[in-house]
């Protein structure tokens, strides 16, 4: 069972996904669900996530102590129903990738279904559920994060 989290408005939280054949950093992959949690006030939410797909000591000394491999990850969500997430960095980095998207705060309204538009990832379908929170819940196949990438989502 993983530890309770708090996450305040305008953060982004990056979950590895794990289970219990987990013993060591050798055994984890590069596959995350992100969390954003807009505030009432603000549409905007960041957060940082490292772009390693190996998170040996030597590696991550290698390709995050001596150079950066933070991705800055931020999200916008307007009026308009168009999520946009950007991830920008300043170094090469292993591309992470992220399978579902868990929205809160975002204005209520009317949303059947989601259509990913303007990506580096191939088109695919994509889930989505209103939690009874009102949390969104997106799920799809693994969306490409590294790289300076930009992804927007069309809600209607």
């Not at 309770?4 to 950093?25: A, W």
């Amino acid at each position: 069972e993983p530890p309770p989290y708090f996450l305040k408005g305008g953060s982004i939280f990056m979950k590895q996904n794990v289970d219990d054949s987990i013993q060591s950093t050798q055994d984890l992959n590069n596959t995350f669900t992100m969390i954003t949690a807009f505030s009432s006030s603000d549409e905007n939410a960041e957060g940082y996530i490292l772009g390693s797909s190996n998170y040996e000591e030597q590696y991550i000394y290698d390709h995050c102590v001596l150079k950066n491999c933070l991705i800055q990850i931020k999200a916008f969500y307007g009026n308009d129903n168009l999520l946009k997430i950007e991830a920008t960095n300043q170094e090469q980095v292993d591309n992470i990738f992220i399978n579902e998207i868990y929205l809160m705060g975002v204005p209520p309204g009317e949303k059947k279904k989601v259509v990913l538009e303007n990506s580096s990832s191939p088109n695919f379908d994509i889930t989505l559920e209103i939690l009874k929170s009102g949390t969104i819940h997106l799920k799809f196949p693994d969306l490409i994060i590294g790289n300076n990438v930009l992804h927007n989502f069309i809600f209607s």
